[in-house]
């Protein structure tokens, strides 16, 4: 079946713009992460959805990062007022549900470069 | 808080060697460990996984131990290819990082030469 997919794959913004970034996750999972990969910090945790409990946002760096998940399906970070530092690739994944054991799905990312 | 460490890289091998890539963590309770697998260009990949102390979790000629004394989930492969060419990473998730969010190492670039 379709796995994660993520929009746009590839995003070039001016410092100070806002962006949207799209995930939709693999269809029935539970469960939604976001992550950002970048080369002074690696691959870092942002927030996590879980069906229509309250999200964990303990990984968001700023007040300018804020997510949304509509009908429990498709999910979207919004990063307003880019900085340079924002620039990486933000990866989406998704799982069955919240199990330990149960295996997150990673999109192929957005790669965000901010100008 | 719960954290992995990775080896440095990039490590550079000649195709049919053996790979050991290091992995160890610190974390309370029993996490659940994975190696997820970057290939260029391409998303990440779950490359296999040990839920508990002693598991062996195996794909594509790769394996790694899940060893609760040593805290550690090396990665091995007896004979590399071309193909395995990518960056690996080492990654946790437990109960205590939050939720179900895994931490990950900071990857190892694999190059192998024909």
């Known amino acids: 079946g379709a796995g994660v997919s993520q929009s746009p794959s590839n995003k070039v913004t001016e410092k100070g713009k806002d962006v949207e970034l799209r995930c939709d996750p693999i269809?029935?999972?539970?469960?939604l992460y976001w992550y950002r990969q970048s080369l002074g910090q690696g691959l870092e945790f942002l927030i996590y959805?879980?069906?229509?409990?309250?999200?964990?946002k303990s990984g968001l760096p700023s007040d300018r990062f804020s997510a949304e998940r509509t009908g429990g399906s498709v999910s979207t970070l919004t990063i307003q007022r880019t900085q340079q530092e924002d620039s990486a690739v933000y990866l989406c994944?998704?799982?069955?549900?919240?199990?330990?054991?149960?295996?997150?799905?990673f999109g192929p990312g957005t790669r965000l470069l901010v100008l | 808080g719960d954290s992995v460490t990775q080896m440095e890289g990039p490590v550079t091998l000649s195709e049919e060697a053996f790979l050991t890539i290091n992995c160890t963590y610190t974390?309370?309770?029993?996490?659940?460990l994975f190696w997820y697998v970057q290939y260029p260009g391409e998303g990440l990949q779950l490359l296999l996984k040990?839920?508990?102390?002693?598991d062996k979790g195996s794909n594509k000629g790769f394996e790694a131990t899940y060893r609760k004394e040593t805290t550690s989930f090396h990665l091995e492969k007896g004979s590399v290819q071309v193909s395995d060419s990518a960056v690996y990473f080492c990654?946790?998730?437990?109960?205590?990082?939050?939720?179900?969010?895994?931490?990950f190492g900071t990857g190892t670039r694999l190059l192998v030469s024909p």
């Open positions: 994944a998704s799982s069955l549900g919240r199990n330990l054991q149960e295996t997150q799905y």
């Open positions: 269809s029935g999972h539970t469960a």
């Open positions: 959805f879980q069906g229509n409990s309250a999200p964990d």
């Open positions: 974390a309370t309770g029993y996490p659940s």
């Open positions: 040990a839920t508990k102390a002693d």
């Open positions: 990654a946790l998730r437990s109960m205590n990082t939050g939720f179900q969010k895994l931490v």
